[in-house]
């Protein structure tokens, strides 16, 4: 099995790739998806959630306010690092068993968008940057998104910078371009990630 880590800014174009890779074959596994999935209704996870911020994180049917809750912790470290040290361990449990369910010689993808700030690199045999631009970045994420220029600024200054996430790549994704330009780059990476994964198996007993 090769595990590998995928990650890139926002707007960078990182589900687009993960939706491509998952077309050659490789088995995702999204922590973004994850990490709803252990705060949903009736799940331990967000009863931990309740119990750390209150009641009125939750809307009228009982599922998790994300809008308020969000409110709450980007305001405040402190807040913020609870709620991970909550979610965390939930959503690192969740992908070890999913990865434990994919076979053998399977090319597993973890789409990780914070890889880069919680220096989670060494967990992964590779690591895929998407790259794009800052002008890229904020085009599509006012135009696709419908995000204000100053909201799609202040979520690109949150995150690490594009050097940073460019240090800790294997390989990088350059999405400064067409869709079909990104296909053809992403079934190149597919054939290298093949190759990985197959020079890293044992070799037969003679």
Sequence with gaps: ??????????????????????????????????????????????????????????????????????????????????????????????SRELEQAAAEDAVVVHDVPLLTENGLAPLYDVVIVVDASPETQLDRLVRRRGMTEEDARARMAAQATREQRREIADIVIDNDVPLEELERRVRDVWAELRRRSRASRPSPQE
């Excluded at 009736?42 to 119990?51: C, H």
């Design 1 to 94: 099995m090769l595990k590998v880590g995928l990650t890139g800014g926002i707007g960078a174009g990182k589900s687009e790739v993960s939706r491509l890779l998952v077309e050659c074959g490789a088995v995702l596994i999204d922590a973004d998806r994850i990490a709803r999935e252990v705060v949903a209704p009736g799940t331990p996870g967000l009863a931990s959630v309740v119990e750390a911020f209150g009641e009125e994180i939750l809307t009228a049917d009982g599922t998790l306010d994300r809008p308020r809750l969000g409110s709450i912790v980007f305001a405040d470290a402190a807040k913020l690092a609870t709620l991970n040290s909550i979610v965390h361990p939930l959503v690192g449990a969740r």
